[in-house]
């Protein structure tokens, strides 16, 4: 079954075409991040425009890369219905509902947290795509949820951020320090010229019993932090204060998922998922601490994309509870608690 995917939630444009929920034909993705860079972070009125300009294109684009003349050989659309901002999202939506109608394929909306998720199971091998109950962790710019999964679309949330995301935390860090926007790759690059052990850092959520994320807390150190330092502060500082705060932010995330693994003996593999896990030393930290394969996605994966979307639309369409109403819209905020298992 091919299906095609529509990402618009932020600041990438995204098209896809996958195969069977895991086989990516072609994926496109248009950064915005040259025109929110003037601004800092992003404005969702550019975001919204940019997505507008750039989706026919797009999916010009996609054909061509197929070597089709038509999208006849599509069995259906999957498009994100949300959470994200929602004059981006309203975008694409109405996009793909036009699409929809013209091609006459069924329409399929998405949860873009829950895609981030079937992201990282992209390229995996069949064996390893199967095995449940695995862990699976979004850590994006706009959420930090652990959830536990006993097959596709069972999404029981474990626990999430009773404030910042951790990539909001490396982005706003990263702000208060005069790096550029997205700061999560500026912190990595500085990261890696410098020594975590020169800088003392505070231990966030450290109680065994909690298992939700905070990131307020850190980011509030490191703005007290920067005032304290003398100014401006040197290259090989910098790298001490980026690789020290990397080791926190992570490392809170690395001890979390070691206690969840105790509550959750039988996990299989743990799915890491969201812009945050192309970070190479958050890779090579989990793979140390974990006693289970941990599975994260290719790098093209990691950040926004089509394809997740395409991959979790291809699942939700074999469930025998989706239905083909059209009656919905985009949402920009999403009550996750539906979705937190009940202790
Ligand atoms: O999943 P994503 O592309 O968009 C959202 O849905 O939020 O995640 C973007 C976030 C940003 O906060 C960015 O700074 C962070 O992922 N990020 C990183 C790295 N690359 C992107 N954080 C740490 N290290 C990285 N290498
Ligand atoms: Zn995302």
Redesign the pocket.
């Known amino acids: 079954m091919l299906v095609l995917g529509i990402e618009s939630?932020?600041?990438?444009t995204a098209l896809a075409v996958v195969e069977d929920g895991h086989k990516v034909l072609v994926s496109l993705v248009a950064s915005q991040v040259a025109q929110h860079l003037p601004f800092g972070g992003v404005v969702p009125e550019v975001a919204a425009r940019e997505h507008l300009k750039m989706l026919s294109p797009m999916l010009e684009e996609l054909k061509v890369k197929l070597g089709w003349n038509s999208l006849a050989k599509i069995d259906a659309i999957s498009v994100t219905q949300g959470p994200?901002l929602i004059g981006a999202l309203l975008v694409g939506v109405a996009f793909a509902k036009g699409l929809s109608a013209s091609l006459k394929k069924p329409l399929v909306p998405v949860n873009?947290?829950h895609a981030?998720i079937h992201g990282a199971l992209l390229g995996v091998a069949q064996e390893q795509r199967t095995q449940y109950p695995v862990l699976a962790l979004?850590?994006?710019?706009?959420?930090t949820n652990l959830y536990r999964m006993t097959s596709p679309l069972d999404f029981q949330l474990v626990a999430s951020s009773i404030d910042d995301?951790?990539?909001?935390c490396?982005?706003k860090v990263?702000k208060i320090f005069g790096l550029s926007?997205?700061?999560?790759?500026?912190?990595?690059r500085l990261a890696k010229t410098g020594h975590s052990k020169k800088v003392v850092m505070p231990r966030m959520v450290d109680e065994k019993s909690r298992l939700e994320f905070s990131y307020s807390g850190l980011k509030t150190f490191m703005a007290n932090l920067y005032h304290r330092e003398d100014k401006p502060i040197s290259a090989e500082r910098m790298g001490d204060i980026a690789s020290a705060f990397?080791e926190e932010?992570?490392g809170q995330i690395a001890r979390k998922l070691r206690r969840a693994f105790e509550i959750f003996p039988d996990t299989k593999a743990v799915l890491i998922?969201?812009?945050?896990?192309?970070?190479?030393?958050?890779r090579s930290m989990l793979q140390e601490v974990l006693p289970c394969p941990a599975l994260f996605p290719p790098l093209d994966y990691?950040?926004?994309n089509a394809a997740m979307i395409a991959a979790l639309g291809y699942h939700t369409l074999q469930s025998p509870q989706f239905s083909l109403n059209q009656d919905w819209d985009a949402y920009s905020r999403y009550d996750f608690d539906q979705f937190r298992i009940k202790k």
């Open positions: 939630s932020c600041d990438e994200g873009h947290v981030h979004v850590v994006s710019g706009g959420h995301a951790c990539g909001e490396f982005d990263a926007y997205p700061g999560g790759p500026e912190i990595e990397q932010a992570l998922a969201g812009g945050v896990a192309a970070n190479s030393r958050f990691c950040s926004d």
